[in-house]
């Protein structure tokens, strides 16, 4: 007998709008064409009310030369230098002050978070004050503290304070310390060396690591590491000639003239935001530490452990996978805060993009700019630190 094509009997036939695949295929082709549609419309309104009022439009004034000075450059910026350069100055001041702001904060962080553990009761307590008076005060006030309330009222370049007489000053203008002139081979020949010791580093861990899997033995890694830091750049340098000098700043009846100067701008900002972020830091510190098993504190007790080891060769590492995924949020909260500097007037990103944005009027280009370089900046340091929390993860044998 001859069975007729169809659905099964009790089956019914599922209508194509009733299909959850269908429909979600849908409304993601709607939503998708509602966003296109948005942006086709902002961009598009952008254009026509700029071109109404005869705002020029493109990237052409980079090009233009910019006119104006700039207080700390890391850089060459000449007078002739355009819109362009003023910019990438400002992103490479944004990077120094991220950089040695997410260094210093780790180091505070993990400094307060391990002492609000402490069993001694004065150390416990100065960690917790610091913790709580400190994230708890906005970050723009704690800039104007350490910029109006400490640095500004150093004394003047006639009374300054040196802490190494006649090398380094320090007063209401910032730190000046010797300047450092190197002939183009030493500096070639300790770049690299530094190069040749993260080599030589990263080759002597992987060989250290399997010494220990395989014998037990544990190599002072650190401390041969950083002996190779400083070992390999200072036989580049003597090799090189050591073609290094130290020049002393010159001190005046009313100023101080050479050497390298730090402006307290740049000071105020840095010590503002390490304290800040370090203060959040510690907090996922104590977190990841409080995370890890107290069974794995009593089992390396009573292997003979010393409470420092403890703490360095079983608690961290095992806390390290708690503390990572927050710490990343800290560090790009430390990068995008740091646009506070036009507070105290440090050239940032910010502050020349907006002495560019009043000079040109270009403003939806140099806002453009910010966002795509705090995107990329921050897109950045997340891939860095999702690769790092996955090199920590626990890997089964």
């Known amino acids: 007998m ?64 910019a006119g104006f000075d700039i207080a700390q450059s890391l850089i060459d910026y000449p007078q002739d230098a355009d819109y362009g350069r003023a910019i990438l100055v400002g992103l490479v001041n944004t990077i120094l002050v991220a950089v040695l702001g997410v260094i210093l904060a780790t180091i505070f962080g993990f400094i307060g ?34 910029y109006f309330g400490v640095l500004r009222v150093l004394p003047g370049p006639r009374d300054s304070i040196q802490p190494i007489p ?6 209401n203008r910032g730190l000046i310390m010797p300047q450092v002139t190197m002939t183009k081979i030493t500096a070639d020949a300790m770049f690299y060396g530094v190069l040749a010791a993260i080599m030589a580093i990263f080759v002597l861990r992987s060989v250290l690591r399997k010494v220990q899997e395989r014998t037990g033995y544990q190599a002072p890694v650190f401390l041969i590491s950083l002996g190779i830091l400083v070992a390999f750049p200072a036989i580049a340098y003597l090799a090189s000639g ?54 794995q504190t009593e089992a390396a007790s009573s ?27 800290q560090y790009l909260n430390l990068t995008k805060n740091s646009s506070l ?9 910010v502050s020349t993009g907006g002495t560019v944005l009043n000079q040109t009027g270009q403003a939806v280009e140099v806002i453009a700019i910010w966002m795509v370089i705090y ?20 890997r089964e044998r």
């Open 242 to 295: 050591a073609g290094v000098t130290l020049t002393a700043p010159t001190r005046s009846t009313f100023n101080i003239s050479g050497g390298t100067r730090v402006i307290p701008e740049f000071m105020a900002l840095l010590m503002a935001l390490a304290f800040y972020t370090g203060a959040f830091i510690a907090e996922i510190v104590r977190a990841g530490i409080l995370a890890v098993s107290h069974g």
């Open 375 to 394: 995107l990329g900046t921050s897109l950045t340091t997340s891939a860095f630190m999702n690769w790092y929390n996955a090199k920590m993860a626990i």
């Open 113 to 146: 978070g391990v002492a609000r553990l402490s069993s001694n009761y004065v150390v416990r307590k100065l960690a917790t004050g610091y913790v709580e008076i400190v994230r708890n005060v906005p970050l723009l006030l704690q800039i104007f503290f350490w």
């Open 166 to 171: 006649g090398w380094i000053f320090l007063n």
């Open 2 to 65: 001859a069975v007729a094509d169809g659905p099964a009997a009790g089956e019914a036939k599922v209508v194509w709008y009733n299909d959850p695949v269908v429909r979600g295929r849908i409304f993601q082709g709607l939503t998708l064409s509602f966003v296109v549609f948005l942006t086709w419309g902002i961009i598009h309104n952008t254009a026509v009310n700029l071109q109404s009022r005869n705002i020029a439009q493109g990237f052409g004034f980079l090009s233009t030369t």
């Open 303 to 329: 292997l003979g452990l010393k409470p420092n080891n403890i703490l360095r060769l079983v608690v961290v590492p095992q806390a390290l996978r708690v503390i990572i995924p927050p710490l990343t949020s």
């Open 341 to 349: 500097a036009v507070a105290v007037g440090y050239p940032d990103l």
